[in-house]
Nanobody
Framework: QVQPVEPGGGSVQAGGSLRLSCVVPGVRLNRNCMGWFRQPPGKAREGIAGIYTGGSAFYADSVKGRFTISQDRAKNTVYLQMNDLKPEDTAMYSC??????????????????WGQGTQVTVAS
């Protein structure tokens, strides 16, 4: 059973950094896309980063240049390094895994396997 786990959330001042990690045990990552999503309070969930088997990574405009997604296949782990955090980055962050066509990495409906989420709060 795929159950991503995302430790690493918490509270930070604006301009600070956090690193989220997600372990997906039992998944053959070379057949999957891993995506990071977030849902700010009162808003819809949005895809912010995705990474494919070959290492191709994609980002939403809102995080491009500040966030970096990476993966360690030996550990079945995907990371999200978040730098220069802003108050508008405050959200519940979650990861997902599935076989996702290129171009749909940000579509939450393309994923069946989801983690429980971790809260990130950025104070101004």
């Amino acid at each position: 059973q795929v159950q991503p786990v995302e430790p690493g959330g918490g509270s930070v001042q604006a301009g600070g950094s956090l690193r989220l990690s997600c372990v997906v045990p039992g998944v053959r990552l070379n057949r999957n896309c891993m995506g990071w999503f977030r849902q700010p309070p009162g808003k819809a969930r949005e895809g912010i980063a995705g990474i494919y088997t070959g290492g191709s990574a994609f980002y939403a405009d809102s995080v491009k240049g500040r966030f970096t997604i990476s993966q360690d296949r030996a550990k079945n782990t995907v990371y999200l390094q978040m730098n220069d955090l802003k108050p508008e980055d405050t959200a519940m962050y979650s990861c997902a895994a599935d076989l996702v066509p290129v171009g749909r990495w940000s579509d939450e409906n393309a994923y069946k396997f989801w983690g429980q989420g971790t809260q990130v709060t950025v104070a101004s």
